[in-house]
């Protein structure tokens, strides 16, 4: 708890006041933007302080024992609506815009997006991270079909933005996805662009059904007891963009 409070002090004196606030007594940071994220990604690299990346607390709640001595980092004040391009058929929001208010500002520019439309209280980003999918004529169904670029802040504190808008481009396409179904533990999603349709096409996914969240996939693949080729990448793939291990596995 030394290092803790050490760690809450430096926050203090470097952020403004109202980033850091305490959440069910979890020290809770609220950053305004990626170089927020980015600075205090830094910092915890610097004094190896565990984060724990929480959205809006929906799915992905610290709560208990496993929590007391790290800094959780919330996503509800990145939430802007950035950017609707009918043209290009994409919408982008900041990590903490709720889904499922994405389809009411879609509508004025006939446009639509079928997991706006699903029982979901929780961010996009949210979305994004526990890989929230639907059942659609008995098939799997999801966001991250939708998911075309991010601002992703990594855990050493570097913003990189993968993946491409264009129709015609692929660069990142696959980095990308990556971020979907991560549950926190590869980086924080500040911002996404989603791929959307027209408005005319909605009458088409009535039929979707919200799927429960998968907390299986990278979780249980970075079960360090397995020796399966799909867990020692996915291990791989954890050390390589959290090398120091300020996303811990709780």
Not at 49 to 58: A, E, L, M, V, W
Not at 72 to 98: H, K, S, W
Not at 121 to 140: K, R
Request: aromatic share 10%; hydrophobic share 45%.
């Amino acid at each position: 708890m030394v290092r803790l409070r050490e760690f809450l002090s430096i926050i203090e004196s470097e952020f403004p006041a109202d980033r850091l606030t305490f959440q069910k007594a979890v020290p809770t940071f609220h950053p305004e933007g990626a170089q927020d994220a980015a600075d205090l990604f830094r910092l915890a690299n610097r004094h190896r302080q565990p984060i724990f990346i929480t959205g809006f607390g929906n799915n992905i709640d610290p709560q208990g024992k496993p929590f007391t001595d790290m800094v959780a980092v919330r996503t509800d004040r990145l939430n802007q609506l950035m950017e609707i391009a009918p043209d290009d058929f994409y919408v982008t929001v900041g990590a903490g815009y709720p889904l499922k208010e994405i389809n009411a500002q879609l509508e004025h520019k006939n446009l639509w997006l079928p997991h706006s439309s699903l029982p979901y209280v929780g961010s996009v980003g949210g979305a994004l991270a526990i890989g929230l999918a639907a059942d659609f004529e008995n098939q799997d169904f999801p966001l991250k079909r939708y998911f075309l670029k991010a601002e992703i802040v990594t855990p050493e504190g570097d913003i990189v933005s993968p993946g491409s808008v264009c129709f015609k481009s692929v660069s990142g396409y696959d980095v990308v996805r990556i971020f979907a179904g991560s549950w926190g533990l590869l980086g924080l999603i500040v911002s996404a662009s989603l791929r959307v349709m027209p408005l005319s096409a909605a009458a088409e996914y009535v039929s979707a059904r919200l799927k429960a969240a998968d907390r299986g996939g990278l979780l249980e693949a970075l079960d360090t007891s397995s020796d399966d080729p799909d867990a020692i990448y996915s291990r791989k793939i954890k050390a390589k963009f959290d090398p120091e291990g300020v996303l811990p596995i709780v």
